[in-house]
């Protein structure tokens, strides 16, 4: 077993071998590498990031010159027909190797006499990092290093690439300070790594620092280099700064005066940030500036564009570029072809949908998990609970693994449609195949549970939660608040509530509406009052709901002053009221026959652009029953727009 830091990995057993050229060895390992404690070279403190991109004229030092690493030794790879040589040359370049064959040949290379150079290991380490086995990687190197084996230049820089790709950038730097020590110098591959792995670990701040050093070092980043910043600049929200990152590269203004062209995979990375930050006009002109550069779109360029017009509801522009990406040769992948499924679902469209799932298997591209999961959603969302269940059995055939969110998408469709036992089947389907169930998959059921009216399985389901070290979050206990008030157990909810307080848990406005509207229908409308005051003190702020509730207790009590004062509070504190608290107010002042005031709230409807629904039609139609004079009644009512907004 290798471990490193803090973190275990997974140890390599290597079984018997046998090989085509006789060679066969048992080899059982176990290893445990100690790891020193590193310090992290960059410090999060410092002036903004766009100030990092301000360079002065001036001369910059030269490159550093890297040791040269001689090729592999012509022992080894000049006979294509030895195992061993044809694997480094020709398997290990192309990537074209399994990791049990990599297991197999290190193996191999750690028991041959003499040892073969270290660019042959290099190789092969080069290779399981392809393979994004970094762990491993790490352990082979430690090997290596066991077995007396002197890394060289490119060792290191591949030892840290792992590291890096693992978030344990801290690491990585003092591998740097090992390639130092050793009399190298640091090119942009390396520095490049680095920068990378601080933007995976969002330590964005640091890799634009480390992005300006290596600049006054002499080392001229490359478009890999640009392109790594870059998109940790677009993930963490800086967006502005990574397209003037993107301007020093083509004018050259980095320091050095090196005009670095950029790429498809820097277009690709400013396009899709710019339209998730909302910079359409500013994606579509790069867009623009790449195909006049010469620079082809790929398919992640056509995807991102798609995605973000669609997100934007810009269908027809979506649909354009969709048939340019077809017309150049580029051929949508799975991920182009969620992003249809997605959207086509998000707007009713399941079946068209899963006419599009029909097209990609024709295609002989693979859906994944999250095709299935969004088909289905949108199948379930449409009422077609049946058609989803036969994707997901679909899913199964196509050799697609079910995760949870398949079952939490099924158990969601069921529980809307008040069929709980098949909700409840595919729970425990789920946990016989061993899938861990998620905080979502609680909540829709519990929630399911008690909407049927089935407050003891709820109870019972809450406590297996434990069971699966899975803690309740705001929303579980909001649902079980609610359930609990609207089942007549009023008591139970308050308890709940009150022992969560204690405990330290703050409530949220949503637990606090669900107490509200049970207190009130159980007429404790003092208690709602009190809980109603206390809001400021536990800095919650009331919404619409929270004044819906108590506006409605309140006009059940018969007390309509008082409700048509919290409706001008709410007013005055910016928390617009909708028709169903309007309507509450007016029911209230047709059965006091107090027509005057009904007319009174109708107008301020109209006058705020809320359109009357089939509640507010039953009022007027109960008001102009009870009056004799209805014809007089019928000239003071509001004509409302058409266009008003609808019931909140």
Same mark, same amino acid.
């Given at each position: ?9 997974? /140890? ?62 012509? $022992? ?5 027909? !030895? ?35 270290? $660019? ?29 084996? +002197? ?18 950038? $801290? ?21 490049? +790594? ?7 670990? !969002? ?100 995807? $991102?564009? #798609? ?15 969709? *048939? ?16 249809l499924i997605n959207e086509l679902c998000k707007e009713g469209k399941a079946i068209e949908a899963k006419g599009l799932l029909e097209v990609m298997v024709e295609r ?18 449409? /009422?077609? #609970?049946?058609?989803?269940?036969? #994707? ?19 158990? *969601? ?34 929630? /399911?549970?008690?909407?049927?009216? &089935?407050?003891?399985?709820? &109870? ?73 005051s206390r809001l400021s003190h536990v800095g919650l702020k009331p919404d619409a709901i929270t004044y819906t509730a108590l506006i409605h207790g309140l006009c059940r ?50 006058? &705020?652009?809320?359109?009357?629904? !089939?509640?507010?039609?039953s009022v007027v139609l109960n008001l102009l029953a009870k009056e004799e004079s209805y014809h007089k009644l019928l000239s003071l009512l509001p004509n409302f727009s ?7």
């Amino acid at each position: 077993m290798c471990q490193i830091g803090s973190s275990r990995i997974s /140890g390599i057993w290597f079984s018997k071998i046998s090989l085509s050229m006789g060679f066969r060895m048992q080899h059982n390992l176990t290893l445990i590498v100690s790891q020193a404690s590193y310090s992290t070279a960059a410090s999060a403190n410092g002036n903004k990031l766009s100030s990092l991109f301000a360079y002065q004229n001036g001369s910059a030092s030269s490159n550093p010159t890297s040791t040269s690493v001689n090729p592999v030794s012509n $022992s080894y790879v000049q006979d294509n027909e !030895a195992p061993l040589g044809k694997f480094l040359k020709i398997s290990c370049k192309s990537g074209n190797i399994t990791f049990f064959e990599a297991q197999q040949f290190f193996d191999l290379m750690l028991q041959l006499q003499p040892a073969p150079p270290i $660019s042959a290991f290099n190789l092969m380490l080069g290779a399981v990092v392809k393979l994004k086995h970094y762990y491993d990687a790490i352990c082979f190197y430690k090997r290596m290093d066991l077995s007396g084996l +002197s890394p060289d230049y490119i060792s290191l820089n591949i030892l840290m690439n792992c590291y890096c790709n693992l978030s344990w950038t $801290s690491v990585g730097f003092s591998v740097l300070g090992l390639i130092l020590k050793k009399g190298y110098k640091g090119d942009t591959v390396t520095y490049t +790594s680095l920068v990378k792995g601080l933007c995976l670990e !969002a330590k964005i701040v640091e890799a634009a620092r480390l992005f300006k050093k290596m600049i006054k070092l002499g080392c001229c980043p490359s478009v890999v280099t640009y392109g790594t910043l870059m998109k940790g600049l677009c993930q963490s929200g800086n967006m502005s700064v990574a397209v003037q990152l993107h301007e020093q590269m083509m004018t050259g203004q980095d320091g050095l005066g090196e005009v670095i062209k950029p790429n498809v995979v820097c277009y690709g990375t400013l396009i899709d940030g710019l339209f998730k930050d909302g910079h359409i006009d500013k994606a579509k002109d790069l867009f623009l500036e790449m195909k006049g550069r010469g620079i082809s779109p790929d398919v992640v360029v056509y995807t $991102s564009l #798609i995605d973000g017009l669609c997100n934007l509801r810009m269908w027809k522009e979506a649909k354009v570029l969709f *048939n340019e990406m077809m017309d150049q040769g580029v051929r949508p992948n799975v991920v182009t072809f969620n992003v249809l499924i997605n959207e086509l679902c998000k707007e009713g469209k399941a079946i068209e949908a899963k006419g599009l799932l029909e097209v990609m298997v024709e295609r002989g591209l693979l859906p994944d998990a999250f095709t299935y999961n969004t088909l289905m959603d949108g199948l379930c969302l449409g /009422g077609r #609970i049946d058609d989803a269940v036969n #994707i997901f059995e679909l899913m199964a055939r196509n050799g697609c693994d079910y995760d949870v969110v398949s079952y939490n998408v099924l158990m *969601n469709g069921y529980c809307r449609s008040g069929k709980i036992d098949e909700a409840m089947n595919f729970y425990r389907d789920m946990t016989s195949r061993g899938i861990q169930p998620s905080i979502i998959t609680f909540n829709t059921l519990l929630k /399911g549970l008690l909407h049927c009216g &089935r407050v003891g399985d709820a &109870r019972t389901l809450f406590n297996k939660m434990q069971f699966f070290d899975i803690k309740p979050d705001s929303y579980t206990y909001s649902i079980l608040m609610d359930g609990l008030c609207k089942n007549n157990s009023i008591q139970e909810a308050l308890e709940l509530f009150h022992s969560l307080e204690s405990s330290g848990w703050k409530a949220n406005i949503t637990s606090v509406n669900c107490i509200m509207f049970g207190l009130c229908k159980v007429g404790k409308l003092e208690n709602a009052k009190h809980l109603f005051s206390r809001l400021s003190h536990v800095g919650l702020k009331p919404d619409a709901i929270t004044y819906t509730a108590l506006i409605h207790g309140l006009c059940r009590e018969g007390k309509l002053e008082e409700a048509n004062k919290l409706l001008l509070e709410m007013e005055h504190k910016g928390c617009a009221p909708t028709v169903i608290i309007f309507n509450k107010l007016m029911h209230g002042y047709c059965e006091n026959n107090e027509s005057a005031k009904v007319i009174e709230l109708l107008q301020k409807m109209n006058n &705020r652009g809320l359109s009357p629904d !089939a509640g507010t039609a039953s009022v007027v139609l109960n008001l102009l029953a009870k009056e004799e004079s209805y014809h007089k009644l019928l000239s003071l009512l509001p004509n409302f727009s058409l266009q008003g907004k609808s019931a909140g």
